[in-house]
Protein backbone atom coordinates (compact mmCIF):
# COMPACT_ATOMS: atom_id res chain seq x y z
CA UNK A 1 0.00 0.00 0.00
CA UNK A 2 1.46 3.35 -1.19
CA UNK A 3 1.39 5.80 1.71
CA UNK A 4 2.38 9.66 1.31
CA UNK A 5 2.54 11.62 4.92
CA UNK A 6 3.35 15.45 4.95
CA UNK A 7 4.48 17.10 7.80
CA UNK A 8 5.79 20.54 8.62
CA UNK A 9 3.02 22.79 8.50
CA UNK A 10 1.75 25.42 10.44
CA UNK A 11 1.01 29.09 10.77
CA UNK A 12 4.05 31.33 10.06
CA UNK A 13 4.20 35.20 9.61
CA UNK A 14 4.97 37.33 6.40
CA UNK A 15 8.47 37.07 5.09
CA UNK A 16 8.81 33.79 7.27
CA UNK A 17 10.08 30.30 6.46
CA UNK A 18 8.64 26.49 6.73
CA UNK A 19 9.78 23.09 5.49
CA UNK A 20 7.73 20.64 4.67
CA UNK A 21 8.81 16.70 4.51
CA UNK A 22 6.66 13.93 2.56
CA UNK A 23 7.61 10.47 3.73
CA UNK A 24 6.78 7.70 1.20
CA UNK A 25 6.36 3.75 1.79
CA UNK A 26 5.28 1.17 -0.62
CA UNK A 27 6.61 2.30 -3.76
CA UNK A 28 9.89 2.80 -5.90
CA UNK A 29 10.78 5.66 -4.58
CA UNK A 30 14.16 6.24 -6.14
CA UNK A 31 12.47 5.74 -9.69
CA UNK A 32 9.36 8.20 -8.86
CA UNK A 33 9.02 11.86 -9.76
CA UNK A 34 7.73 13.73 -6.91
CA UNK A 35 5.93 17.22 -6.91
CA UNK A 36 4.37 19.30 -4.69
CA UNK A 37 0.78 21.20 -4.93
CA UNK A 38 -1.25 23.26 -2.89
CA UNK A 39 -4.86 24.03 -2.63
CA UNK A 40 -6.44 27.59 -1.35
CA UNK A 41 -10.34 27.67 -0.47
CA UNK A 42 -12.21 28.08 -3.33
CA UNK A 43 -9.56 27.26 -5.63
CA UNK A 44 -8.25 24.79 -7.82
CA UNK A 45 -4.89 22.33 -7.07
CA UNK A 46 -1.92 24.17 -8.34
CA UNK A 47 1.88 22.70 -9.42
CA UNK A 48 4.49 24.58 -7.16
CA UNK A 49 7.42 22.49 -7.71
CA UNK A 50 8.73 18.79 -8.62
CA UNK A 51 11.56 17.34 -8.80
CA UNK A 52 12.92 14.30 -10.94
CA UNK A 53 13.43 10.96 -9.75
CA UNK A 54 17.35 11.36 -9.06
CA UNK A 55 16.87 14.98 -8.24
CA UNK A 56 19.07 15.99 -11.24
CA UNK A 57 16.22 18.54 -12.24
CA UNK A 58 13.95 20.54 -10.27
CA UNK A 59 10.53 22.67 -11.51
CA UNK A 60 9.01 25.46 -9.88
CA UNK A 61 6.45 27.65 -10.76
CA UNK A 62 6.82 30.84 -11.48
CA UNK A 63 5.44 32.52 -7.95
CA UNK A 64 7.64 30.62 -6.12
CA UNK A 65 10.90 30.82 -7.66
CA UNK A 66 13.92 31.72 -5.62
CA UNK A 67 11.73 31.56 -2.83
CA UNK A 68 10.91 27.61 -2.58
CA UNK A 69 13.45 24.95 -2.96
CA UNK A 70 12.29 20.91 -3.55
CA UNK A 71 14.96 18.01 -2.33
CA UNK A 72 14.86 14.56 -1.99
CA UNK A 73 16.64 12.15 -0.04
CA UNK A 74 16.44 8.61 -1.84
CA UNK A 75 17.77 6.54 1.15
CA UNK A 76 15.03 8.05 3.20
CA UNK A 77 12.35 7.89 0.96
CA UNK A 78 11.68 11.19 1.31
CA UNK A 79 10.97 15.10 -0.26
CA UNK A 80 10.54 18.22 1.24
CA UNK A 81 10.31 21.78 0.53
CA UNK A 82 11.70 24.56 1.92
CA UNK A 83 9.65 27.73 1.79
CA UNK A 84 11.28 31.03 2.71
CA UNK A 85 10.34 34.34 2.13
CA UNK A 86 6.26 33.43 2.63
CA UNK A 87 3.55 35.51 1.50
CA UNK A 88 0.14 35.75 3.04
CA UNK A 89 -0.79 34.29 -0.68
CA UNK A 90 0.86 31.32 0.18
CA UNK A 91 -1.64 29.77 2.58
CA UNK A 92 -2.95 26.56 1.24
CA UNK A 93 -2.91 23.23 2.06
CA UNK A 94 -0.06 21.72 0.44
CA UNK A 95 0.11 18.36 -0.66
CA UNK A 96 3.04 15.67 -1.94
CA UNK A 97 2.29 13.53 -4.92
CA UNK A 98 4.68 10.78 -6.84
CA UNK A 99 4.71 9.76 -10.17
CA UNK A 100 6.63 8.77 -13.18
CA UNK A 101 7.19 12.08 -14.92
CA UNK A 102 7.96 15.50 -12.83
CA UNK A 103 4.95 17.49 -14.84
CA UNK A 104 3.19 20.50 -13.42
CA UNK A 105 -0.65 18.84 -14.30
CA UNK A 106 -1.76 16.86 -11.72
CA UNK A 107 -3.13 14.16 -13.80
CA UNK A 108 0.75 12.97 -14.57
CA UNK A 109 0.80 11.86 -10.37
CA UNK A 110 -0.72 8.40 -9.09
CA UNK A 111 -0.59 8.97 -5.52
CA UNK A 112 -0.92 11.81 -3.44
CA UNK A 113 -0.72 12.39 0.39
CA UNK A 114 -3.39 13.90 2.78
CA UNK A 115 -2.03 17.46 3.10
CA UNK A 116 -0.93 19.99 5.50
CA UNK A 117 -2.00 23.22 6.23
CA UNK A 118 0.05 26.41 5.56
CA UNK A 119 -1.08 29.33 7.25
CA UNK A 120 0.83 32.75 6.02
CA UNK A 121 -0.65 35.84 8.32
CA UNK A 122 0.35 39.22 7.22
Known amino acids: QVQLVESGGGLVQAGGSVRLDCAASGLPFSASAMGWFRQAPGQEREFVAA????????YYTDSVKGRFTISRDNAKNTVSLQMNNLRPDDTAVYYC???????????????WGQGTQVTVSS
Open 97 to 111: AAGRLSRATPSSYDY
Open 51 to 58: ISWDGGSA
